[in-house]
Every structure is written in C-alpha cells, then in structure tokens.
C-alpha cells in the first residue's frame, strides 16, 4: 500500500452535491501541502444518473488516476455496485445506509466498511438533509487524518456567502461525521498518513481556466463561442474576464456562426478564438479551411469527447485527433497542440496566440475531457519570457497598388494589414487569388499559391513547443503519448523504472506539422515502443506508422471506453509485451 | 475635414464576372454611389460577401473586402463591427446565402440588431451552378433540380425580419438606381442592423421574374395611403399582401445595437493593449 497518496471517489446522483463536496475536499488536501489531481466522471444531464467525482491527494505531483480507489465515498447503492471492483485491497467504503443496505453477495472482506446513516444524522440531528455532503466530508477527515482546522476554515469560507446560519451548519455536519466515527469505529484504517509540507505558493486549477487564462495573457481579445461539454468553461471564463481587458465574448447561434466570428475579428486585427468539442469542430470544419485559406490567425480550442455523434458528451476520448490534423476539403495549414498536463494548458494556449498570428494560420489547443475538466495542484505561473509576437502585422499607412496582402516572401508569410490601415484595401477571398487578393484560376499562380501556403508550417516548426523527452538510465523500451495520458504514462514510467524494467517516454506537444524527428529518433533508440492513446483505431499509432513505415516493434495499447488510463493498465500492457493491448475493455 | 469622393473612388480594377445586363451591376453602381455620397473612406469600409454570383461583389468595391464561405456573410460582419466598432461594416449576399443556407444567421443578426447593412441581392434563383430554385423562386418554377416545378412556396425573408425584430427593413429593384441609393444611404445611416432587399433580376436562368415583369409588379410603398414606416402592422400588411411588391423603407424603428451593448464604453477592440502581459499575473491568486 502506497503511504501518503490516496485516491477518494464520491459516487451518487447528479445533482446531490458531490462535485461541491469533491472540490472543497480537493482543496482541503492542497492547502494541507499535498498535489492533487481530480476527475470528473458525470452523466450528460442536470439531476439524477449517476456521478462520481476521483480526488487524488500525495506527497508527489499527479496527472491522473491511480489503479484503484482507497475511499469510496457511495451515497447509494448503485455507487457501490458499479465501483467496488475499482477498490483498493485494503480500502474503505463509507456507504449512507440510510436508505438501502448492503446486500451479502457484494461485499468484499478485503475492504473495511463504514456503513453509517448519514442522511439521518443530516435530517434528524441537524435538521437539514442537504449537509449530509458535509458530514460524509467529516467523516473521512476523521478516518484519514485531515487538518481539522484547514477543513473548517475552507467550509467557512465557502459558505460565508450564505450567511452565518449555513456556515454554522456545516460546521456542525462535519463535527457530527467525526463524532460519529469516534464514537462507532475503534480505529481508524492503517496506512493513511496524510501530513504533508506546508502549502507554499501553489495553485489548483482546472484544465479548462488554465487555456483561457493563457489565451487572454497571449493576447487575445475576442472570443465567440457556442456551449458544448466539455469545453464552456472556458467561454464563461472568458465572459467573466475579457471585458475587463479590452475585448468581448459573443455567444454565437451555432458553432458555424463562432468560428466566421473569430475569422471576421481576426481579419480586423484583433486576436481571436473559440472553444468546442467534437460535434462543434465538425460543423467549424468549413470555416477552419477558409481561415488558412485567406491566411487568418485565429485558435480553436478543441476539448475532446467520446463520439462520433453526440457519442459520449461527458467521457474523455483522443479521438478527434485525425479530424483536427485532415479534416476539412483541400489542403492546408495548420498547427495542433497538446497540453499534457494544467500548467501546460495555460502556457501553450501563449504559444499558441503567438504562432497563430506570426504564420498566419489556425492554431488548435488539443485537450481532453480527462484534462480540460479536471483541476490540479502546480506551482505559481510564471510571466518570464512571456511575450506578445504578432509577426508581420503592418501598422502604418501602406501605399495602395505596391502592397499585396499575399506577396510571396522568403519564408512565405506576408506582410498583414487590418481594415483602416490606409492604402491596404484588398479582397480576402476564400477563392483562390493571386497575391494581390484578386480570384484567379490561373495554373501557375495556384501551384505558387499551394506551396507558399503550405511552405508555412515548414517555417513554423523551428519555432513550434519541443516534446517533453523523459529518459530512464538503461531503458530500451519507450512510451508515446500525448495529452491527459502524460499522467498515467509518467506514472507507469516510474513504477517500471522502480521494478528494474525501465522505460523512456516521449510526450508529444506538437502534433501538427507531425514531429517526424522526434518520432523517429526516439523509436532508433528503442528496441519495443507502446503507443498509448484514447482510440479504438490507434489514431496516433497511424501517423507514427506513416513516418516510421510499419515495423514490428511498435506497439499499440488502446482504450476507449471513454474513461481516462489508470497507471497500471500501462504497466500491464508494457509487461505483456503484445502487439495491440485493449485497456479497461 | 470632409471627403470628396465620387462612385469611382469605390471602384475595382477587376472586371465583373457578371452576365450582360446582370441585376447585380445596378446594385453595385448605387453602393459605390452611397458609399460616395456618403463620404466613406474606403480604408474604413469593410464588406463581407458570402457565395454565388452576388458574393462576387466584394471584389468590385475598393474596400477592405472579405469573400467568404456559403451563407456566413453575417457573423464575419457581426464580428467585424464588434472588433472595430469605428468601421462602417456592410454585408452583401444572395436569396440562396441569406434565405438557404445562411438562414440562421439572417434571424439572429436581425435578432442581435448589430450596426451594420445587410443587401440581399434577390433574383430568386441559384445563377451560379445554373439556375435551379432558390428560397424565392416561385412555387412551381421549372428547373433543373424542379422538373416537375418548384414543390416549396418562396420565403418572405422581409416578413421574417419584421417579426423577428428587425430596425430597418426595405427593399428596392435594382432598375431604380436613384432610389436605390437613398435606401442604402438610409440603411448605412441606420444605428442598427439594416437589411435592404434588392430584386435583382437574373437575365440568364429566370425567364419569368425579368426586368420587365419586375416593372409592371413593384410600386411604392409610399403610396399606400397613410402608410407609416414605424407602424409595425402597417409594414406587416404591406409585405404580406397578395399582389404587388412594395418597394421602399418598409419599416424603421429603434433599439440598443448589439456592438453597443457587448462593447459599452470599450474603446474599439483593435487598440486593446496585448503587450503588457504581466499585468495579469494576479489573476492566479484566486487559484490559490
């Protein structure tokens, strides 16, 4: 059992108040010192169906799931049904038996069981249903060693919106949970010690802030947007904060409608972006092609669900990868990044103002609802380095008839003008045109056209975020993964490298222009590579295939069940050895 | 000071794509002659067009002019007034970009009642893949795609405006190019989202609603007896009647536009500072 790292699910309705419940404990175990990490796995609708919400808490950072679940806080029944093969041997159930009991056939004798009334001592002894969240939140501070006063202290501060009378209340819950197991239970479950360092100057934050918050640092000041789970965080946090700044967020009529806004304000000088998920990026896919088209900077985020169709709307796939990288008629530009962990998130949506408007193309933040909803612990952001670039944008009068918005230059970007700019009137037009912005359809210039075009993102890779390379002494056999699966893959690594089997990993930032180098030079130096990924058709197996050609010592280890890798069906999958390993399947 | 500019001061180097004896070349001469006697600056002029053969239009006027996909004139535009709220911002389309596959977007640009003009070139037909019907073709047109005659009866588009909230609603022919350029003249003038629909007959595929046909079925709306441009009944009777097609500003009214009222005292959103990037460093605090 692994000491000071524990994994907490709160399982019941939607609707009941776990993901409340979930937060406050998250960020109880932050200001206790510990890096935390959490998971939001939540039906597609407002009231019932069940939910859970994972908090992990250790003494090391985490970005993702451990195997198993050490506590299992289950509200219900079903939450005990459907998770109890996810516990832990040696782990702990705290089921409200207010209402149901534990049938015989479902225990487990390796689990220890706390079977208490929650709900009635809410109703009865306090007189309020509601705040059986906050005794449940008592009665694991007590069974696992939270700060008492840490845990008061946040109750407080969440509360005191509400007045005196809720604050009181809760505080009361949570003494009645630890009560309640003082004055029931003789001991509280071994292995547990949850006293860490001190809290420092960290934060905790979730996926979806972090690229919002480093698109408005990067400069962008117009957002449109239509909601779509799970990227509408990151439009209402845009709505709360750019007009503070200079710029304004439109919520569009649809998903065809944001990105021809993001285009229309970007075409006027002003940095844009919009943020969707599958089914919205398949109906921006037409105006994602006429951006790169007329040479347009614009990003889309794309926070990446279970499909196709409306799929799995709340689950965490990588599915959308090779939608994003070919998707759209004609050839054209453009750039895809991934953030793997929250930190990254916000630097890489800085990056990915910045290389939008200096080659002149649509940008992608590719995340995942593994990443984009969860929330984790990291040091303060810096602002060293972080620079607003905005290339070859013209400013100053220009003299009508010598500028052309599309003149072939060395590296292929053009000099920009925005509408008010004297003598840069033009025609942008999704038709192909000659330099000047005039339509034509004549052979020569289009072949000139394709490869100036094209030649882009050649310029651009230099400039374009390097993989995260994580080398084990030793190590002959390596790891590829991009996105929310940096967690899980880092962790295999380390538990490989701890049992005498060492691994590398490669952690793929950049996903288009394809990192072709990177790729090849990491498969040399390794005798067996796992490519881990969310698909059902190895996604980003293929475009490794596609540089590499098809050898024998690439590997695939997939999962799609639109749950996120648990570090130990990695461990696994490298162990076996097999060709193709399906994971959680 | 003021401006002197003439229709030619609004004009392309780049010849028309049009047929001979297009609607459309009515349409663009009293635009340039608006934009002129308007004393626009053509820097401060952006004109978003969609697809088809009115969306050609964008190249003809010296403007800064964007050419986009199908039907998706109105968000680029919407966008642009929001992005630079001291441009003059026009949009220009068809039946088929703004009735068919940007339908959505006329309705809720309507709805948003952003300050900016809105020409739906009308020639009730698709002329650029030849002549199949279009939103506005008439119930059994023959075509192409309607062998057996149009099966869908026409969208009253400016009726459509009109109920979903619509501030300046007129339509005009593209054979009456003096008043033609007093309605775009109005419409640019007009605080709030202005459509102006211009039947502009298509000399190659309709050889039922032709310049002629247009003169013995258009008159204005001025002479309804009593008519009232601001009297939302009186303007919903006119367009939906039997018979003629009035011509005219239909309606006019007033209410907050939609870049007033996203942007309020925001200075235009082009001279936002983006460099001073550490100026946000104490958002994160809320994180901690």
Same mark, same amino acid.
Not at chain 1, 236 to 251: D, F, N, Y
């Given at each position: 059992?692994?000491?000071?790292?524990?994994?907490?699910?709160?399982?019941?309705?939607?609707?009941?108040?776990?993901?409340?419940?979930?937060?406050?404990?998250? $960020?109880?175990?932050?200001?206790?010192?510990?890096?935390?990490?959490?998971?939001?796995?939540?039906?597609?609708?407002?009231?019932?169906?069940?939910?859970?919400?994972?908090?992990?808490?250790?003494?090391?950072?985490?970005?993702?799931?451990?195997?198993?679940?050490?506590?299992?806080?289950?509200?219900?029944?079903?939450?005990?049904?459907?998770?109890?093969?996810?516990?832990?041997?040696?782990?702990?159930?705290?089921?409200?038996?207010?209402?149901?009991?534990?049938?015989?056939?479902?225990?487990?004798?390796?689990?220890?069981?706390?079977?208490?009334?929650?709900?009635?001592? &809410?109703?009865?002894?306090?007189?309020?249903?509601?705040?059986?969240?906050?005794?449940?939140?008592?009665?694991?501070?007590?069974?696992?060693?939270?700060?008492?006063?840490?845990?008061?202290?946040?109750?407080?501060?969440?509360?005191?919106?509400?007045?005196?009378?809720?604050?009181?209340?809760?505080?009361?819950?949570?003494?009645?949970?630890?009560?309640?197991?003082?004055?029931?239970?003789?001991?509280?479950?071994?292995?547990?010690?949850?006293?860490?360092?001190?809290?420092?100057?960290?934060?905790?934050?979730?996926?979806?802030? &972090?690229?919002?918050?480093?698109?408005?640092?990067?400069?962008?000041?117009?957002?449109?947007?239509?909601?779509?789970?799970?990227?509408?965080?990151?439009?209402?946090?845009?709505?709360?904060?750019?007009?503070?700044?200079?710029?304004?967020?439109?919520?569009?009529?649809?998903?065809?409608?944001?990105?021809?806004?993001?285009?229309?304000?970007?075409?006027? $000088?002003?940095?844009?972006?919009?943020?969707?998920?599958?089914?919205?990026?398949?109906?921006?896919?037409?105006?994602?092609?006429?951006?790169?088209?007329?040479?347009?900077?614009?990003?889309?985020?794309?926070? &990446?669900?279970?499909?196709?169709?409306?799929?799995?709307?709340?689950?965490?796939?990588?599915?959308?990868?090779?939608?994003?990288?070919?998707?759209?008629?004609?050839?054209?530009?453009?750039?895809?990044?991934?953030?793997?962990?929250?930190?990254?998130?916000?630097?890489?949506?800085?990056?990915?103002?910045?290389?939008?408007?200096?080659?002149?193309?649509?940008?992608?933040?590719?995340?995942?609802?593994?990443?984009?909803?969860?929330?984790?612990?990291?040091?303060?952001?810096?602002?060293?380095?972080?620079?607003?670039?905005?290339?070859?944008?013209?400013?100053?009068?220009?003299?009508?008839?010598?500028?052309?918005?599309?003149?072939?230059?060395?590296?292929?970007?053009?000099?920009?003008?925005?509408?008010?700019?004297?003598?840069?009137?033009?025609?942008?037009? $999704?038709?192909?045109?000659?330099?000047?912005?005039?339509?034509?359809?004549? &052979?020569?210039?289009?072949?000139?056209?394709?490869?100036?075009?094209?030649?882009?993102?050649?310029?651009?890779?230099?400039?374009?975020?390097?993989?995260?390379?994580?080398?084990?002494?030793?190590?002959?056999?390596?790891?590829?993964?991009?996105?929310?699966?940096?967690?899980?893959?880092?962790?295999?690594?380390?538990?490989?490298?701890?049992?005498?089997?060492?691994?590398?990993?490669?952690?793929?930032?950049?996903?288009?222009?394809?990192?072709?180098?990177?790729?090849?030079?990491?498969?040399?130096?390794?005798?067996?590579?796992?490519?881990?990924?969310?698909?059902?058709?190895?996604?980003?197996?293929?475009?490794?295939?596609?540089?590499?050609?098809?050898?024998?010592?690439?590997?695939?280890?997939?999962?799609?069940?639109?749950?996120?890798?648990?570090?130990?069906?990695?461990?696994?999958?490298?162990?076996?050895?097999?060709?193709?390993?399906?994971?959680?399947? | 000071?003021?401006?002197?500019?003439?229709?030619?001061?609004?004009?392309?180097?780049?010849?028309?794509?049009?047929?001979?004896?297009?609607?459309? @070349?009515? %349409?663009?001469?009293?635009?340039?002659?608006?934009?002129?006697?308007?004393?626009?600056?053509?820097?401060?002029?952006?004109?978003?067009?969609?697809?088809?053969?009115?969306?050609?239009?964008?190249?003809?006027?010296?403007?800064?002019?964007?050419?986009?996909?199908?039907?998706?004139?109105?968000?680029?535009?919407?966008?642009?007034?929001?992005?630079?709220?001291?441009?003059?911002?026009?949009?220009?389309?068809?039946?088929?970009?703004?009735?068919?596959?940007?339908?959505?977007?006329?309705?809720?640009?309507?709805?948003?009642?952003?300050?900016?003009?809105?020409?739906?070139?009308?020639?009730?037909?698709?002329?650029?893949?030849?002549?199949?019907?279009?939103?506005?073709?008439?119930?059994?047109? %023959?075509?192409?795609?309607?062998?057996?005659?149009?099966?869908?009866?026409?969208?009253?588009?400016?009726?459509?405006?009109?109920?979903?909230?619509?501030? @300046?609603?007129?339509?005009?022919?593209?054979?009456?190019?003096?008043?033609?350029?007093?309605?775009?003249?109005?419409?640019?003038?007009?605080?709030?989202?202005?459509?102006?629909?211009?039947?502009?007959?298509?000399?190659?595929?309709?050889?039922?609603?032709?310049?002629?046909?247009?003169?013995?079925?258009?008159?204005? %709306?001025?002479?309804?007896?009593?008519?009232?441009?601001?009297?939302?009944?009186?303007?919903?009777?006119?367009?939906?009647?039997?018979?003629?097609?009035?011509?005219?500003?239909?309606?006019?009214?007033?209410?907050?536009?939609?870049?007033?009222?996203?942007?309020?005292?925001?200075?235009?959103?082009?001279?936002?500072?983006?460099?001073?990037?550490?100026?946000?460093?104490?958002?994160?605090?809320?994180?901690?």
């Amino acid at each position: 059992m692994i000491l000071n790292n524990i994994e907490v699910m709160f399982g019941g309705q939607a609707g009941d108040g776990s993901l409340t419940t979930g937060d406050m404990i998250a $960020g109880v175990f932050k200001r206790m010192g510990l890096e935390v990490y959490t998971y939001k796995d939540f039906p597609s609708r407002i009231r019932g169906g069940h939910t859970n919400y994972v908090i992990r808490a250790g003494t090391t950072p985490n970005y993702g799931m451990a195997d198993f679940v050490d506590c299992l806080v289950a509200f219900d029944l079903e939450a005990v049904q459907l998770h109890i093969d996810e516990m832990r041997s040696g782990g702990f159930i705290i089921f409200d038996n207010t209402d149901e009991k534990i049938p015989a056939e479902l225990r487990r004798d390796d689990l220890n069981w706390y079977e208490i009334p929650i709900g009635k001592i &809410a109703k009865e002894d306090l007189g309020l249903e509601l705040v059986r969240n906050t005794v449940s939140l008592g009665v694991i501070a007590e069974l696992i060693g939270m700060d008492p006063q840490i845990l008061r202290r946040d109750v407080t501060n969440i509360y005191k919106r509400k007045g005196e009378k809720v604050v009181d209340i809760n505080i009361r819950a949570i003494e009645a949970g630890e009560q309640y197991i003082r004055d029931h239970f003789a001991s509280t479950p071994s292995g547990y010690t949850l006293t860490a360092s001190a809290d420092g100057d960290r934060l905790i934050m979730m996926g979806n802030d &972090a690229i919002a918050y480093g698109s408005l640092v990067g400069g962008c000041r117009f957002m449109a947007g239509y909601p779509i789970t799970p990227a509408t965080d990151v439009l209402e946090w845009m709505a709360k904060h750019l007009p503070q700044h200079g710029g304004a967020v439109v919520q569009a009529e649809d998903e065809l409608a944001a990105v021809n806004m993001i285009i229309g304000a970007a075409f006027t $000088g002003v940095r844009s972006m919009t943020a969707t998920s599958g089914p919205g990026l398949s109906l921006m896919t037409e105006g994602i092609g006429l951006a790169s088209s007329l040479e347009i900077p614009i990003v889309i985020v794309e926070c &990446a669900r279970a499909g196709p169709s409306t799929g799995l709307p709340t689950k965490t796939e990588q599915s959308n990868l090779q939608h994003i990288i070919f998707g759209g008629h004609g050839e054209f530009p453009k750039i895809v990044l991934a953030p793997g962990t929250v930190e990254e998130s916000f630097y890489l949506a800085i990056d990915a103002q910045n290389l939008a408007e200096k080659y002149q193309m649509p940008v992608f933040i590719l995340s995942e609802q593994a990443l984009c909803q969860s929330k984790a612990t990291l040091p303060r952001l810096s602002f060293e380095g972080v620079e607003v670039d905005r290339g070859k944008l013209i400013t100053e009068p220009v003299v009508f008839g010598e500028y052309r918005r599309f003149a072939f230059t060395e590296d292929h970007v053009s000099p920009r003008v925005i509408p008010g700019t004297e003598g840069g009137m033009h025609l942008a037009p $999704g038709s192909e045109h000659n330099d000047g912005g005039v339509i034509t359809e004549n &052979a020569d210039n289009r072949k000139r056209m394709m490869e100036k075009r094209m030649g882009k993102m050649e310029t651009a890779r230099p400039d374009l975020p390097k993989a995260n390379l994580f080398v084990s002494p030793g190590a002959r056999v390596g790891i590829i993964g991009y996105g929310s699966n940096r967690g899980p893959i880092a962790e295999a690594q380390d538990r490989l490298n701890q049992m005498g089997e060492p691994v590398n990993f490669l952690q793929l930032k950049t996903l288009w222009p394809f990192p072709d180098d990177d790729v090849k030079a990491f498969i040399e130096a390794n005798d067996h590579v796992y490519v881990v990924e969310n698909t059902y058709t190895g996604q980003l197996a293929r475009l490794i295939r596609h540089v590499v050609g098809p050898i024998e010592k690439l590997h695939d280890v997939r999962k799609y069940n639109g749950r996120p890798f648990r570090p130990i069906e990695i461990i696994d999958a490298v162990r076996t050895g097999s060709a193709v390993s399906l994971a959680g399947v | 000071m003021a401006l002197v500019m003439s229709p030619k001061d609004f004009a392309t180097a780049t010849p028309s794509w049009w047929c001979p004896g297009c609607g459309d @070349f009515g %349409v663009l001469a009293s635009l340039k002659s608006a934009c002129a006697e308007l004393a626009l600056n053509p820097r401060d002029v952006a004109f978003v067009s969609g697809i088809g053969c009115s969306g050609k239009i964008s190249g003809y006027l010296h403007s800064y002019a964007f050419h986009g996909v199908h039907g998706r004139a109105l968000p680029v535009a919407t966008a642009v007034k929001v992005a630079n709220n001291g441009l003059t911002v026009i949009a220009a389309g068809g039946d088929g970009d703004g009735f068919a596959i940007g339908a959505g977007h006329f309705l809720h640009a309507v709805r948003r009642n952003p300050n900016i003009t809105y020409i739906v070139m009308d020639n009730q037909t698709y002329g650029l893949t030849k002549g199949q019907s279009s939103p506005t073709s008439d119930l059994g047109y %023959v075509t192409g795609t309607s062998p057996s005659g149009n099966p869908d009866a026409p969208l009253n588009g400016m009726a459509v405006a009109l109920a979903a909230g619509g501030t @300046f609603i007129a339509r005009g022919f593209s054979a009456q190019p003096k008043k033609l350029i007093e309605l775009i003249k109005a419409a640019i003038e007009h605080p709030g989202f202005s459509v102006v629909e211009v039947m502009s007959p298509c000399v190659t595929f309709n050889k039922h609603n032709t310049f002629a046909w247009f003169k013995e079925n258009v008159f204005d %709306v001025t002479q309804i007896e009593g008519y009232d441009h601001t009297n939302k009944q009186h303007a919903f009777e006119a367009l939906t009647a039997d018979g003629k097609i009035p011509l005219g500003i239909i309606y006019q009214s007033q209410r907050a536009a939609f870049d007033d009222l996203v942007l309020g005292d925001t200075p235009p959103l082009t001279t936002a500072d983006v460099y001073d990037t550490g100026r946000f460093r104490d958002i994160q605090d809320s994180y901690r």
